[in-house]
Nanobody, 122 residues
Framework: VQLQASGGGLVQAGGSLRLSCAASGRTFNFYNMGWFRQAPGKEREFVAVINRTGGTTGYADSVKVRFTISRDNAKNTVYLQMNNLKPEDTAVYYC????????????????WGQGTLVTVSS
């Protein structure tokens, strides 16, 4: 499966953005989907995960309440709604697909998108 992330940009602190990740192929609903991010000079970290049906989600503590992950299997797309953004949310955001397993470990994920840059100004 190929993943294409979009929706990044420059936003002021307190603002909102919605990221999208479009997947190719007919088997999107076979995959658990995750969002990760990598800030400048830091390692890539887990942000959020959603299972195949959208019925189960999980979040990093740093984004809980502010971010919401969702998916539309009819559109082969997973979303990350980001509210009340903070300068520390500045990072390249990546979507990823896991054939099996549901969690934060990057090793669970089989496919990765190219990333979209989110910059939050103070």
């Amino acid at each position: 499966v190929q993943l294409q992330a979009s929706g990044g940009g420059l936003v002021q602190a307190g603002g909102s953005l919605r990221l999208s990740c479009a997947a190719s192929g007919r088997t999107f609903n076979f995959y658990n989907m995750g969002w990760f991010r990598q800030a400048p000079g830091k390692e890539r970290e887990f942000v959020a995960v959603i299972n195949r049906t959208g019925g189960t989600t999980g979040y990093a503590d740093s984004v809980k309440v502010r971010f919401t992950i969702s998916r539309d299997n009819a559109k082969n797309t997973v979303y990350l709604q980001m509210n009340n953004l903070k300068p520390e949310d500045t990072a390249v955001y990546y979507c990823a697909a896991a054939k099996s397993g549901l969690g934060a470990a990057q090793g669970l994920y089989d496919y990765w998108g190219q990333g979209t840059l989110v910059t939050v100004s103070s």
